[in-house]
């Protein structure tokens, strides 16, 4: 039996091509797509037949269209459908798109594929550009403005039902491919069709190539509506059809949304709302952005390496990519992947480093052990120990990264005509359960208390639908019930002024052991951190730098004297039991009964990880709160939720603070 934290292996397609470049699965023994015309046929099954030209031009202004696919393959498809998308759809519509795919194409493979397909180059370039590491699990990208892939690396079957069921009433249209029913009779399970039923949304269609008796009456079975259309070429039938639903229960139209906070939390907050049509008002009790644990000036961006594919494991290998690619395109300035290095001294750390490299739990290039002097040949500076060279990951300069952030969605909004404000100098002293602050809605808003310090601050409207905590470790003063453990835990880091003939100063790569030490930037490099649970102060204590100098020698035999010490700065963590965040709805006891608010979020807890954390956090949360499919899968959603800790303590009649 595996374990649930074993890493469900994943292995590329095996492919071979003939003679005119067709790729052909050597384990199905079947093409990826027809001989003849392979977007002929994609246009005629699956565009055609979802009516896609028609439904992307009747999309409203900032709607969005979610299309599901069995078996990504070479990405025909989704070319196809992202390109009539983006000359269909209005300019503010979004497509989703999510595939799931068992057997990934290697990227050189997809390269010499995309080659038949010119017409395609611009969105193809993009795709290849983005396209993930072989991880398993569902990987976000951002392809265009327009256009999210969700790429589910998995075996449709093992993982649909549960995205089904997350993703109830969602989809618009499904493309049925995955190879023929004889070559693949797996995957063409009565499983797949009821979970398919389930995620159709009211008037969604789907389309497939085969027209077998046992796959239309499966599709019957699970309540389809099935159709019979005259095959492509040469094929005789395919089928294609629909499904009639009972109207979803109205939605409440939330039409303002508050951020509370302004670091990393609230910066990947408000980016991921960017293209939302609700006001969006940012409340900062600082008098500028970036005032609590995210104003350092640099910090490491790196997943976490595990010797089991834990929650944690999976997480933050997923969050690792989506800040990565999100830093890389939104504040390229901001991203320096200079590849960071985890020193192995110990024989606990040589054992799990042994486990990781014989369980295959990490695809290359995302990790490669290094010896002592590898190590040092990619550092550019002398090692003690071998290494973990995790070439992906990096360092931003925090403090500017989240101004940069904030500015880049103020721009966008402005461009787009649409509200945005962040207002420093706001404490939020509470928030308060309100029916309807304004005719104009007929559900529960939230009215928010502040104190202001700021001259030009004039209070209007305070009323919000949506309010999300992204207080940091203050989190917890805003939260109506303590269901939610936050502890803070104080940090220092130190900043050295590095003599330009001292052998650090050539240090190109962050190293991490105890603590960590980036490169030079700007003239000095940053050492840290200190981890202190018995203090919550951010008062300057030169105890902790030279701390951070004891550690930088235990860690990596670097001597650094105390007169390099020109700048340092305190802040405090918000650490949780499980160092996992707190994404997704705020909990309450409701007569003796746990459950979660509608319209109340948080996103705290992000330890001393916020920097590779926040993005995909933050991404998990506004995908809620504008109802649009989530970024990551039922398992990382569940680990993410705020509401598990008290779930837990109920379960073992335990506090919440007992993991
Ligand atoms: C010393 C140190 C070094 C670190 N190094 C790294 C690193 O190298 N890599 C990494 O990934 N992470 C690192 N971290 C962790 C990372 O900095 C945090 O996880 C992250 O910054 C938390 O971001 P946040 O937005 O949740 O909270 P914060 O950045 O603390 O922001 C919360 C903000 O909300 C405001 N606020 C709170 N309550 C209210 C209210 N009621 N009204 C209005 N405003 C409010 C606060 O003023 C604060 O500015 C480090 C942390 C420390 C302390
Ligand atoms: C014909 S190809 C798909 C073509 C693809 N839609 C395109 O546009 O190129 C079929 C794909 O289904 C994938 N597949 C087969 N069985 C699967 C399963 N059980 N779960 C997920 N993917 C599967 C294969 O690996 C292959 O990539």
């Known amino acids: 039996m595996t374990s649930a934290n074993a890493n469900p292996s994943l292995h590329y397609a095996d492919i071979e091509f003939d003679q005119q470049g067709i790729?052909?699965?050597?384990?199905?023994?079947?093409?990826?797509?027809?001989?003849?015309?392979?977007?002929?046929?994609?246009?005629?099954?699956?565009?055609?037949?979802?009516?896609?030209?028609?439904?992307?031009?009747?999309?409203?202004?900032?709607?969005?269209?979610?299309?599901?696919?069995?078996?990504?393959?070479?990405?025909?498809?989704?070319?196809?459908?992202?390109?009539?998308f983006l000359q269909k759809a209005p300019k503010n519509a979004h497509l989703y798109f999510t595939s799931f795919e068992k057997y990934p194409i290697r990227h050189a493979d997809l390269v010499k594929i995309h080659q038949h397909w010119p017409q395609f180059s611009t969105l193809s370039s993009l795709l290849l550009a983005r396209y993930p590491a072989l991880l398993p699990g569902l990987q976000r990208i951002e392809i265009h403005p327009q256009i999210t892939l969700d790429l589910y690396f998995s075996d449709v079957n093992d993982t649909l039902r549960e995205w089904a069921e997350e993703h109830p009433r969602t989809v618009n249209a499904w493309f049925l491919d995955g190879f023929a029913p004889?070559?693949?009779?797996?995957?063409?399970?009565?499983?797949?069709?009821?979970?398919?039923?389930?995620?159709?949304?009211?008037?969604?269609?789907?389309?497939?190539?085969?027209?077998?008796?046992?796959?239309?009456?499966?599709?019957?079975?699970?309540?389809?509506?099935?159709?019979?259309?005259?095959?492509?070429?040469?094929k005789r039938e395919m089928l294609f059809g629909g499904i009639q639903k009972m109207g979803k229960p109205a939605q409440p139209a939330a039409q303002s949304i508050a951020i509370i906070g302004d670091g990393i939390a609230a910066a990947t907050l408000a980016y991921e709302l960017r293209n939302s049509n609700k006001r969006i008002h940012i409340f900062a009790a600082a008098e500028a952005a970036a005032a609590g644990a995210s104003g350092n000036p640099q910090g490491a961006v790196y997943p976490l390496l595990q010797a089991q594919w834990t929650p944690s494991s999976d997480f933050y290998s997923h969050a690792h990519e989506f800040a990565r690619q999100l830093y890389r395109s939104a504040v390229p300035n901001c991203w320096h992947e200079s590849g960071v290095q985890q020193l192995s001294k110990s024989t606990p750390q040589l054992l799990k480093i042994?486990?990781?490299r014989s369980l295959n739990l990490y695809p290359d290039p995302y990790w490669q052990p290094q010896t002592q002097a590898q190590a040092s040949v990619k550092?550019?500076?002398?090692?003690?120990?071998?290494?973990?060279?995790?070439?992906?990951?990096?360092?931003?300069?925090?403090?500017?990264?989240?101004?940069?952030?904030?500015?880049?969605?103020?721009?966008?909004?402005?461009?787009?005509?649409?509200?945005?404000?962040?207002?420093?100098?706001?404490?939020?002293?509470?928030?308060?359960?309100?029916?309807?602050?304004?005719?104009?809605?007929?559900?529960?808003?939230?009215?928010?208390l502040l104190e202001s310090t700021s001259k030009d601050f004039v209070a209007e409207n305070l009323c919000f639908d949506q309010v999300i905590i992204a207080g940091g470790e203050k989190s917890t003063q805003l939260l109506?019930?303590?269901?939610?453990?936050?502890?803070?835990?104080?940090?220092?880091?130190?900043?050295?002024?590095?003599?330009?003939?001292?052998?650090?100063?050539?240090?190109?790569?962050?190293?991490?052991?105890?603590?960590?030490?980036?490169?030079?930037?700007?003239?000095l490099c940053c050492i840290g951190a200190t981890f202190d649970k018995t203090r919550?102060?951010?008062?300057?204590?030169?105890?902790?730098?030279?701390?951070?100098?004891?550690?930088?020698?235990?860690?990596?035999?670097?001597?650094?004297?105390?007169?390099?010490?020109?700048?340092?700065?305190?802040?405090?963590r918000a650490t949780t039991p499980d160092h996992l965040p707190l994404a997704?709805?705020?909990?309450?006891?409701?007569?003796?009964?746990?459950?979660?608010?509608s319209n109340l979020w948080l996103l705290s807890g992000l330890g001393a990880r916020g920097l590779t954390s926040a993005p995909l956090a933050a991404a998990l949360v506004a995908a809620q709160v504008e109802n649009r499919p989530l970024p990551v899968t039922?398992?990382?959603?569940?680990?993410?939720?705020?509401?598990?800790?008290?779930?837990?303590?109920?379960?073992?009649?335990?506090?919440?603070?007992?993991?």
């Open 182 to 234: 004889s070559k693949n009779p797996q995957m063409w399970d009565s499983k797949l069709f009821n979970a398919i039923a389930l995620s159709l949304a009211n008037h969604a269609t789907f389309a497939t190539f085969s027209a077998t008796g046992n796959v239309r009456r499966q599709m019957l079975e699970a309540g389809l509506n099935v159709k019979k259309a005259k095959g492509f070429g040469r």
């Open 379 to 448: 550092a550019n500076v002398p090692l003690p120990t071998p290494a973990v060279l995790l070439p992906t990951a990096g360092w931003v300069p925090a403090k500017q990264l989240v101004n940069e952030l904030l500015e880049k969605v103020a721009s966008h909004r402005k461009q787009s005509n649409l509200e945005f404000s962040v207002h420093f100098s706001c404490q939020i002293l509470d928030i308060q359960a309100l029916n309807a602050c304004s005719s104009a809605s007929s559900h529960q808003q939230w009215q928010l």
């Open 584 to 597: 997704g709805r705020v909990p309450k006891f409701v007569n003796g009964q746990l459950q979660e608010y």
């Open 23 to 84: 790729p052909e699965s050597t384990l199905f023994a079947d093409i990826y797509f027809s001989r003849k015309d392979g977007i002929a046929e994609s246009n005629y099954v699956f565009i055609q037949h979802n009516d896609l030209h028609k439904r992307f031009a009747a999309i409203s202004e900032y709607d969005s269209f979610v299309i599901a696919e069995t078996g990504f393959g070479t990405g025909l498809n989704f070319l196809l459908a992202a390109d009539l």
């Open 480 to 523: 109506p019930q303590a269901l939610v453990p936050i502890r803070p835990v104080r940090g220092q880091i130190t900043q050295l002024a590095v003599p330009d003939n001292h052998q650090l100063a050539n240090l190109n790569q962050v190293l991490c052991g105890g603590g960590y030490i980036t490169p030079v930037h700007q003239g």
């Open 354 to 356: 042994r486990s990781i």
């Open 536 to 572: 919550t102060d951010a008062i300057i204590d030169p105890n902790d730098d030279e701390q951070n100098l004891r550690q930088l020698r235990d860690d990596f035999s670097f001597s650094a004297p105390q007169s390099w010490v020109v700048a340092n700065r305190a802040s405090v």
């Open 634 to 659: 039922a398992r990382i959603n569940a680990a993410l939720k705020p509401i598990r800790f008290a779930e837990r303590a109920r379960l073992r009649n335990k506090s919440i603070w007992v993991y």
